[in-house]
Nanobody, 123 residues
C-alpha cells in the first residue's frame, strides 16, 4: 500500500512558476515509478509526466515538454513537478500517482493516487 499527499498548489499569474510536491509513504519509494496527472473542470484526467523509480528516465506530455520538469528525491520519499511559464490553460487539479502497469499516459494504468492539489493560473 502507498499513501500519497500533494502540496504546493495555489494561485499564480500567467508566466509565473510553481512547484508542487508529493510525499509518499508505505513502501520502498525507489521501487516504483511516479507520475503526475491533471484534471480541469469538465475535462478528462490528463497525463503530465512520469519518472522511473531510480529517477533516471522521465516522460512528458507533448504540451508540457520544455515547461514542466518532474524529479524525485528518494531520500525524502518525495516527487516534484516544477512548472514554468504557466498559462491559464494549465489551471487544474494536479494529482500525484504511483505504481504503473500499462501505458504511462493512461490513468487506468496507475494504482495509487493522491487527493490532488489545485493550481490556478490567472491571466
Amino acid at each position: 500500500q502507498v499513501q500519497l499527499v500533494e502540496s504546493g498548489g495555489g494561485l499564480v499569474q500567467a508566466g509565473d512558476s510553481l512547484r508542487v510536491s508529493c510525499a509518499a509513504s508505505g513502501r520502498t519509494f525507489s521501487s516504483y515509478a511516479m507520475g503526475w496527472f491533471r484534471q480541469a473542470p469538465g475535462k478528462e484526467r490528463e497525463f503530465v509526466a512520469t519518472i522511473t523509480g531510480s529517477g533516471d528516465n522521465t516522460n512528458y506530455a507533448d504540451s508540457m515538454k520544455g515547461r514542466f520538469t518532474i524529479s524525485r528525491d528518494n531520500a525524502k520519499n518525495t516527487v516534484y513537478l516544477q512548472m514554468n511559464s504557466l498559462k491559464p490553460e494549465d489551471t487544474a487539479v494536479y494529482y500525484c500517482t504511483a505504481e504503473r502497469q500499462g501505458p504511462i499516459s493512461n490513468y487506468a494504468s496507475w494504482r495509487y493516487w493522491g487527493q490532488g492539489t489545485q493550481v490556478t493560473v490567472s491571466s
